[in-house]
């Protein structure tokens, strides 16, 4: 197992991607493939779903590390 936790993107273009943000980033900043353009949203918008992703990660994660210790629920 690892510690680390990858966030990937797909452009409905142009399959798995890089993102390109501009360089002076905020959360209103657009997020764009790199390839093709094409507008995945907001800084803040692109954020927020990684940020919820990598929870839920973490989450089911902790289930099974603490799965089948009596006295441990992970919720």
């Not at 002076?24 to 093709?36: G, I, L, Y």
């Not at 094409?38 to 089911?60: H, N, P, Q, Y």
Request: charged share 25%.
């Amino acid at each position: 197992m690892t510690d680390e936790i990858k966030a990937s993107f797909t452009c409905p273009n142009c399959g798995p991607i890089s993102i390109r943000v501009e360089d002076e980033t905020n959360d209103d900043s657009a997020v764009t493939c790199a390839s093709c353009g094409v507008r995945f949203g907001t800084w803040g918008e692109v954020k927020a779903k990684v940020t919820d992703a990598a929870a839920a990660e973490v989450r089911a994660r902790l289930r099974g590390a603490f799965s089948g210790l009596k006295g441990w629920k992970i919720t």
